[in-house]
């Protein structure tokens, strides 16, 4: 799978934006994709921290755990998989924009090498950047809608 980066910007501070990332009873609020989402640990996210979880992309329901590998506040978030059917390490990247923030989500997936089928990466691509998009529009929306 490609390098998926997509960004939004949001009407609150980087500060405000990282909190509101960095705490894992948030993560099924804003992500639509997430299905089951256990973080053994409450309050902000630490590197080191793992949470196991279950996604469905293109139809397809897959479970991983992944682990907290950077935490910068408030301008850098970082996590990888440690188990789960394709590789990843995710980006979350915040920096000052407007009087707001602009969040870039980057994900770096290993190969969907049948996961999928070949045939059909590039439309579960697709699929997965409308995801993305999603998932930061409601990030936005939470984090400007919430005190």
């Known amino acids: 799978m490609p390098i998926i980066s997509e960004s939004i910007h949001v009407e609150a501070t980087p500060e405000r934006c990282f909190d509101f990332l960095t705490d894992p009873a948030n993560t099924p609020r804003y992500n639509p994709a997430m299905i089951d989402f256990q973080a053994p640990t409450q309050g902000p996210a630490q590197k080191g921290d793992r949470s196991t979880f279950k996604v469905k992309v293109a139809g397809r329901v897959m479970e991983y755990e992944n682990e907290v590998t950077e935490v910068l506040r408030p301008d850098r978030f970082e996590m990888r998989s440690l188990r789960g059917p394709v590789d990843v390490h995710i980006t979350w990247e915040l920096r000052p924009d407007a009087g707001g923030t602009l969040v870039t989500f980057t994900n770096e997936a290993g190969s969907l ?8 990466d590039p439309v579960v691509v697709r699929m997965y950047r409308r995801d993305v998009a999603t998932m930061l529009e409601n990030l936005r929306e939470l984090v400007e809608l919430e005190p």
Not at 113 to 120: C, D, E, N, Q, R
Request: glycine letters at 38%; zero cysteines; aromatic letters at 12%.
């Open 113 to 120: 090498g049948g996961v999928f089928g070949k045939l059909a």
